[in-house]
T-cell receptor, first 120, second 112 residues
Framework: QLQLQESGPGLVKPSETLSLTCSVSGGSVSSRSYYWGWIRQPPGMGLEWIGNVYYTGDTYYSPSLKGRVTISVDTSKNQFSLKLNSVTTADTAVYYCARMFSSGWWVDYWGQGTLGTVSS | QSALTQPRSVSGSPGQSVTISCTGSSNDIGGYHYVSWYRHHPGNAPKLIIYDVTKRPSGVPDRISGSKSGNTASLTISGLQAEDEAHYYC????????????FGGGTKVAVL
């Protein structure tokens, strides 16, 4: 059974960088059938796609976050990571890592989510 | 990109049917057969219930169905049960040369 687990600091100061890692077990980030992505949900709001990475390192980002976000994959550690820089309080959200099927990018597995709070 | 448009809430009595609409554009829903739906109980991770417009993952009952017409997708839940009370999000693949994913704003389904 595939499992995804987010980790990283829960509290970040404004203007700093939010860094999260997703560790994958029960499957491989090197699979050619899937992308690995990040999705967030601000308090009281809906889901927002942040971006994806393929095992080759190819990345795709939300147009609204492009320029602030970097997603990378480490196949040797079977994990992938998110960096969101120049954060503001609007970036406070539950951040989910996810496995996305390569055709259609629907999510079949989600991490449990981790709260990332931006506050001074 | 703009979020897909969903009603904020729908409700129904046990045993009834409810349908949630999800309106986008020719750049997303209308242009691809890649609409998915997720059920989300607060505090838990969302769960995939429909993918590729009409397909159900293993374990999802056939009283849950999806469809699409033009730029609008729909999710129908028949034989409403207490466990169906949750938030539901539609999602579509989008973009041709620079692909991305767009979600709807979410619909709260209340079982009366």
């Amino acid at each position: 059974q595939l499992q995804l687990q987010e980790s990283g600091p829960g509290l970040v100061k404004p203007s700093e960088t939010l860094s999260l890692t997703c560790s994958v077990s029960g499957g491989s980030v090197s699979s050619r059938s899937y992308y690995w992505g990040w999705i967030r949900q601000p308090p009281g709001m809906g889901l927002e796609w942040i971006g994806n990475v393929y095992y080759t390192g190819d990345t795709y980002y939300s147009p609204s976050l492009k320029g602030r976000v970097t997603i990378s994959v480490d196949t040797s550690k079977n994990q992938f990571s998110l960096k969101l820089n120049s954060v503001t309080t609007a970036d406070t959200a539950v951040y989910y890592c996810a496995r996305m099927f390569s055709s259609g990018w629907w999510v079949d597995y989600w991490g449990q989510g981790t709260l990332g709070t931006v506050s001074s | 990109q703009s979020a897909l448009t969903q009603p904020r809430s729908v409700s129904g009595s046990p045993g009834q049917s409810v349908t949630i609409s999800c309106t986008g554009s020719s750049n997303d829903i209308g242009g691809y057969h890649y609409v998915s739906w997720y059920r989300h109980h607060p505090g838990n991770a969302p769960k995939l219930i429909i993918y590729d417009v009409t397909k159900r993952p293993s374990g999802v009952p056939d009283r849950i169905s999806g469809s699409k017409s033009g730029n609008t997708a729909s999710l129908t839940i028949s034989g409403l049960q207490a466990e169906d009370e949750a938030h539901y999000y539609c999602c579509s693949y989008a973009g041709t040369y620079s692909p991305y994913v767009v979600f709807g704003g979410g619909t709260k389904v209340a079982v009366l």
